[in-house]
Structure formats: C-alpha cells, structure tokens
C-alpha cells in the first residue's frame, strides 16, 4: 500500500518503519508556501495553524496517490483529536478516497490503538512489529539527541553552514542504515563528525542560553516557525527545544506508575501555575518553564498557532510565571499570516534584552563584590 505521514520531525524514522512493514512510502513534501496556501484554502477558516499546513501536505500526498495516511491525534479540549476525520472528509469531498488512521496513546484506547495497528501490519507478525519499532526507536533516539547537540553547538560554528552541512552528511549514513548493528557505530561516528567542526569558543564563554516551548508541530518543523532555532543560533546563542518525536513515543508508551517520562515529571512541576491540563501540551511546557530556570536558562520563547486553546491557556499564564521566576518570556503567535521580519526583529530585541539583563547583573555582582571587599579592609583597619 501507499503510505505517508505529516512531515514532522525525524521522519527518516517514519520511513523506515513502513518500508520495513512492507509498504511503498511516498514521502511527503517538506512544507513550503505552496503547501501552507493549499492548506488554507481547503481548511476551515478559524481552525488552528497545524491543521492547515498538514491539510496541504495531505492534498500534495494525495495528488502523488498515496492510499493511506498515518498520523497522532490529540487529548481533552485540543482539536488536534479531530484532526484525523476533518482531514479525511475535506479529502473525500476533493475526491480523494484515503484511509488516515490516527494512533493515539497505548493506555489511552488499548482496542483502538491495535485496530489501527492491524490496518497498519501489513500481514506481519507481532514479533517483527515489535522488532522493527525498537530499530526505528533507536534509530530516531539517535538522530534527535544528534540533532540537540548541533543546537547547542551551531551557535559557536566558525563558518556559517558547516553543522547543517554535517548534519546532511549523518542524515544520509541513518537513511542508509538497515542493521541494528550498525546504529552505535553510525552514532559513534557522527559525534565524531560534529566534534571536527571549528568552533570560535567552548561552552565555558560568556554564553546565552535559550528554551523553547510551545506546541508540538510549530515547535518541531522549521518551516512553519520560521527557522526560529537556526536564528537564535546565528546570533550566538544557545537553543534547548523541550518536543522531539522520541520524547512524545517514549512519553506514550511508558507507564506513569514505573516513573513516568520527562513529560510526566514536567506536568508535576506545573501544578503550581495550573491544576487543569486543557489537552496538548499546555501543563508540560509551564513544567518546563520551571525546569529551564531551574537549570540557568536566561530566557524562553513560547512558539504557539494562532487560536490554539491549550497555549492560550499557557500564554496566559506567562506573565506570572515569567515574575515569579525572574525569566524572561516571549510569546510568539504563528499563522499563515504571520509576518517573518516582525517575529524576527522581536526575537532579535528579547535577546538584547536577555544581554542588557547580563550585562547589568554582571555589573551589579562586582559592586556587591567590591562593597565586600571594602567592608572587609575597614573592619581589618578598624581592628588593627
């Protein structure tokens, strides 16, 4: 069967999984302007950002004849639970005929998680099913925590490129990897890799680090949030972002009561802002925001779909959260109407305000330092 999926995160992972269950994959399009106008054209008017960008990736994947979608849905009041049958429908009224079969959480629907399971097998057995989610697991654990570490890392690159550059380079060794084996070596290989880039400075410099929160899609696919990451680093700065496909499986397939995910751990956090998770990933990422200044982050910017209900719910929590914690937070609101320049010169005026707040604690910490040592030689004056 044809199959494709929202072009989302690692989806080297995706396509593994489906080609190894027997399917012909028809990779969807990275989403471009062409992919957004489609999707607002076929969309309802007021419905969130993501579900207009997946709607065009679904109608280009359908015009390359792809049978069948498969995709996450979503929890509580978020319409990301609807996502699934909206699309479907939209697709058949442009007579698209399209199966989208939507897996939710393991715990959430056990009877329906397997029914869509047994649509997906493809006549394989449970046993390779589990065999080949666990290569493809790894596979994607790997390529995200790769992916962390040139966020890390990109912001010090002596040349402008050389880690994207890089990273094209290990994306190529995942696409051809086939053998369980040979995924430590290929992992192995691409620290390597980064470790060789030129870096103007080492972690120990004077350095601004950066956490991003918000909703999963706009978060995690570059093209709808405008490259936001790849700015921050270009301006030297450090960037953390909180969603990659492994954290959401991991979050969906481990127990809370054997100790749950980082997920689980940042909803606990929260529940000192909020005490009602309004659905996607509202609590987590106010856990997060406490998590980041826990650990010296010096600011946060909150990436959220225009109209979203769970990140109204954050955004609206933000200015005591960002009180309460002394950390700086920028809220941004992405649609398809969002204008690039004005995000842009935002982030680049919260990051010179991030520096100007450095700048002036720095100051402030040699006074307190100069009025201690004062203090102490007249008090050793005064005694001798």
Known sequence: MKVSFPYMGCVTGYRKLFERLGHEVIMPLKPTQRTIDLGVKYSPEFICFPFKVMMGTYIEAAQAGVEMIISSGGHGPCRAGLYGEVHQRVLKSMGYDIDIVIFDSIFKDFGEFYGNLRKVKNGSSIFKIAKDIWFVYQLIYQMDQIEKKIKRLRAYEETRGDFNRVRSEIQKMYDLCQVENDLQDI????????????ITEGPDKEKIRIGIVGEIYVIMESSVNMDVEQVLNNMGVEVENVQYISDWVNHNIRPGFIGGSTSHQMIEKARSFVKINCGGHDMENIGWMVN??????????????????P?????SAVPAISKQLNIPILSLSLDEQMGTANNQTRVEAFIDLIKNKKSISKEQKALDQEDAWTSQ?????MAG
């Open 187 to 198: 992992y192995q290989k691409a620290h390597q890799m980064l470790d060789a880039v030129p």
């Open 292 to 309: 980041f200044k826990e650990r010296g982050f010096d600011g946060i910017i909150h990436l959220m779909p225009f109209g979203c209900l």
């Open 377 to 381: 030689y007249l008090k050793h004056e």
């Open 311 to 315: 990140e109204l719910v954050t955004q």
